[in-house]
C-alpha cells in the first residue's frame, strides 16, 4: 500500500509539473502574440484600409446585438462626427459600434478626439477610403472637379465596411440624432430590398420647402432624360426621388445584387456620357443611388430623416416643437450649423464637444455671434 500511494504522489506530481509548463508555454505564446499584433490592427479590405479602435473599457459596454452605424469623417468637418456620434450614443442604451469611414490625413487627429473626451467609451473602427477607387468613376471636368468629394461615395461601398454584418445604418456627417437609434435600426425593409431612404416627396421634407424648389424632389432634378442611356431605363421623369443622407441597409441583399458594382457602372458611364441634370449640378452622389433603386426601396419614417435644415441661412423652416419632435435632423444645404451662419444651430450646439487639440472651431465662434 505505500508503494503503491507513493506512486500515486509521484504521478500526481508529474501531472502538476507538465500542466505548469503547459500554462508557461502558452503565457509565453500570448505574449509573443501581443507583440506581433499592435493595438491597432491593420487589415487590407480592398480597396480599404482597416485601422480597428483600441478596445473599450469593460463599463462601458452595452448589451444586446451590435448596431453598426457608418459614417464619413473628413478634416475640415470633423466637429460634425462628433456631434453626431455624441447625439446617437447619449441617446440610446443599445450596443451601438460606430464604423467611421476616413481619409488617412484624418485619423490621428479623430482618434485623439475622442479619446480626450467623454467620447472615449464609444465603440468605434475607422476604416480609411482610397480614392484611387473612383480612377474612371468621375468626370473630368474641371468644374465639377471642384466639388468632388471622395467620401460622400463612401456610402456606396457598405459591405465593405462590415463583411460579416447583414444590416446597417448610414449617415452624413451633418445631422443630429434625437431618437433612439435602435428604432431607426428596426426599420423593416421589403423582401429583396437593399436598402430603406426618406422619399423627398414625404410629409416631413415637404413641409418646409421653399416655394420655388422646383425639381429638386423627382428625378428630372438629378438625370438628363434626354440622353439615351436614361432614356432605355423607361424611368418617370416625374417619380418622386429620394435622400441618401440616411440609409438602412440590408447588407445581405446589397451583397447578392452586387449594388456596389452596379453603382460603379452608373458612375462610369455618366463620366464617359454625362448623364446627370444640370439642374443639380452639384448632386453626384444621389443620381447612381436614383438609378439602381428606382422603385426597388423602402421608406424610413419621416421623422427618422427631416431634412433642408441647411437650406436657409438663418430663417427657420419649421416651428421649435416640430424640430424637438424630430428623431433625426439633417442640415442638408450649404448652410450648416458649425458655419457662420445657420437655422436651428443651438440645438447642434447642444452635442458638439470642443476638439481637445484646438484645430476644430466653429466659425461661428470666430465672427463673434
Not at 421623422?303 to 437650406?311: C, I
Request: hydrophobic share 40%; proline share 5%.
Amino acid at each position: 500500500m505505500t508503494l503503491r500511494r507513493v506512486n500515486v504522489v509521484i504521478l500526481v506530481l508529474l501531472v502538476v509539473a507538465f500542466l505548469i509548463v503547459i500554462q508557461r508555454n502558452l503565457l509565453n505564446l500570448n505574449d509573443f502574440l501581443k507583440k506581433e499584433t499592435p493595438d491597432s490592427v491593420s487589415g487590407v479590405i480592398l480597396p480599404f484600409e482597416s485601422d480597428v479602435s483600441p478596445s473599450v473599457r469593460a463599463d462601458s459596454i452595452r448589451t444586446g446585438d451590435e448596431i453598426p452605424v457608418v459614417i464619413t469623417a473628413s478634416e475640415e468637418r470633423l466637429g460634425a462626427v462628433v456631434a453626431a456620434i455624441n447625439s446617437i450614443y447619449q441617446n440610446t442604451k443599445a450596443n451601438v459600434v460606430f464604423n467611421i469611414v476616413a481619409l488617412n490625413d484624418t485619423v490621428d487627429h479623430l482618434q485623439e478626439w475622442l479619446s480626450r473626451t467623454r467620447l472615449n467609451h464609444v465603440k468605434y473602427k475607422i476604416t480609411v477610403f482610397k480614392p484611387d477607387v473612383l480612377n474612371g468613376k468621375i468626370s473630368k471636368d474641371p468644374k465639377r472637379l471642384e466639388t468632388v468629394k471622395p467620401l460622400t461615395f463612401a456610402r456606396f461601398y457598405l459591405p465593405f465596411y462590415l463583411p460579416e454584418a447583414e444590416k446597417a445604418i448610414y449617415l452624413d456627417d451633418d445631422v443630429i440624432v434625437q431618437g433612439d437609434i435602435k428604432d431607426l435600426y428596426e426599420t423593416s425593409l421589403k423582401p429583396g430590398h437593399a436598402a430603406a431612404f426618406s422619399d423627398d416627396c414625404d410629409s416631413a421634407s415637404t413641409k418646409g420647402i421653399v416655394h420655388g424648389a422646383g425639381n429638386q424632389n423627382y428625378y428630372i432634378g438629378f438625370l438628363d432624360f434626354k440622353k439615351e442611356a436614361i432614356k432605355k431605363l423607361g424611368m418617370r421623369a416625374k417619380t418622386c426621388s429620394f435622400n441618401p443622407g440616411v440609409i438602412v441597409a440590408n447588407l445581405t441583399e446589397w451583397r447578392n445584387q452586387n449594388i456596389s458594382g452596379q453603382l460603379e457602372h452608373w458612375m462610369e458611364l455618366n463620366a464617359q456620357q454625362d448623364l446627370y441634370s444640370n439642374t443639380l449640378a452639384d448632386s453626384i452622389t444621389t443620381p447612381p443611388l436614383l438609378v439602381v433603386f428606382y422603385k426597388h426601396h423602402s421608406s424610413i419614417d419621416p421623422m427618422w430623416h427631416v431634412r433642408h435644415l441647411g437650406s436657409t441661412g438663418a430663417g427657420p423652416r419649421y416651428s421649435a416643437q416640430f424640430v424637438k419632435a424630430a428623431k433625426l435632423l439633417h442640415w442638408n444645404g450649404h448652410y450648416k450649423p458649425w458655419g457662420v451662419k445657420s437655422a436651428y444651430s443651438d440645438v447642434w450646439e447642444r452635442w458638439y464637444i470642443p476638439d481637445p487639440t484646438g484645430k476644430f472651431s466653429p466659425l461661428r465662434r470666430h465672427s463673434g455671434e
